[in-house]
């Protein structure tokens, strides 16, 4: 009779500590905070947006559902022949840029009736001729999918190549406001496959050239014989150069150059030969975030879109929104 008393209880206790296991606060898994749909482009929560594009090659405003807006942009953005899971990962920061863009600005500078335009210098490349079946499959596989950090969509900044290692928003992009606390520097990873002028590059522009482009900068610099890289970020990119006597930030110059020839602030040599301002470095781009090159090569083993925006960006998480 003890015994059976014995056993009762023990079942009993085994029991109930087992609910209260089950009711521990670790073991309820909060909900993932998403963001709005901004809503000058909602039709309602679970339901896809609808974009005004103004479309810059045609000069009119177009009307589309959002997905497609971001299978024109992934098309433009990333080769249409690299793996499938790296232009899905594309396909995510695009509709995560596009759902920002329209958060943050409401309408295009470009024209006021549109959300946002295809123009790259204030978005993102567009180009529909360069859709295909994987870019299709890209779109449809992450419909709906953004990057989300605490609730608020991601600054999805990607780039063609880092050089090896990607860089913080700060240093790559002159970013004026606080670090983001998704950036992250990592080893990008991207693979003897890149063009070769990506992986180590050479610009040699004329002395002129760079005193234009200083003076672009507001700053002032007359004949000069002397360039010196006088601070470096965490990545080891360029942040600031010494040209004669004036001072600038690495960023602004490259962009008041040509960022097409000064490919990236990833400088290995920046010097003055005679005439000549002559800059060798490494990567395409600015750096930050997503590196295309390097999506191409975790993608080739065997990593998913989401893992890749993972491994580019910390602590964000990838929510549905429709």
């Known amino acids: ?53 103004f479309v810059t090659e045609t000069r009119t405003v177009k ?99 880092a050089g090896g290692m990607t860089a913080t928003a700060k240093e790559g992009l002159n970013y004026e406001y606080p670090e983001p606390p998704y950036t992250r520097v990592v080893k990008s990873g991207e693979g003897p496959t890149a063009p070769k002028e990506f992986q180590r590059w050479r610009a040699v522009f004329t002395k002129q050239e760079v005193r234009e482009a200083v003076q672009k900068l507001g700053r002032r610099v007359g004949d000069f014989n002397t360039l010196t890289v006088t601070e470096r970020g965490p990545s080891g990119r360029a942040t600031r150069l010494r040209i004669g006597t004036a001072e600038v930030n690495a960023c602004e110059l490259r962009t008041a150059l040509d960022s097409t020839r000064m490919k990236s602030t990833l400088l290995t040599s920046a010097r003055v030969s005679g005439d000549r301002v002559v800059f060798e470095g490494k990567g395409f781009g600015h750096g930050v975030g997503m590196s295309q090159w390097g999506a191409l090569e975790m993608a080739r083993r065997g990593k998913k879109a989401e893992e890749i925006i993972h491994y580019y960006f910390k602590n964000v998480d990838i929510v549905k929104l429709w």
């Open 1 to 53: 009779m003890h015994r059976l008393r014995w056993l009762t209880f023990f079942l009993l206790g085994f029991f109930v500590s087992g609910l209260l296991v089950g009711c521990r606060p670790e073991a309820v898994r909060k909900p993932v905070p998403r963001p709005d749909i901004p809503r000058e482009i909602s039709r309602g929560p679970g339901q896809e947006p609808r974009l005004k594009v």
């Open 63 to 161: 009307e589309m559902p959002l997905e497609e807006y971001v299978m024109g942009t992934v098309a433009g953005e990333m080769k249409n022949w690299f793996p499938a899971e790296a232009l899905a990962a594309q396909a995510i920061l695009a509709r995560t840029y596009a759902l920002q863009f329209v958060e943050t600005h409401r309408r295009s500078d470009l024209n006021p009736e549109a959300h946002i335009s295809t123009a790259f210098e204030e978005a993102q490349a567009w180009n529909p001729r360069n859709i295909n079946q994987r870019v299709r499959w890209a779109v449809r596989t992450t419909r709906g999918k953004v990057a989300a950090y605490n609730g608020r969509y991601i600054n999805a900044w990607f780039h063609s190549h």
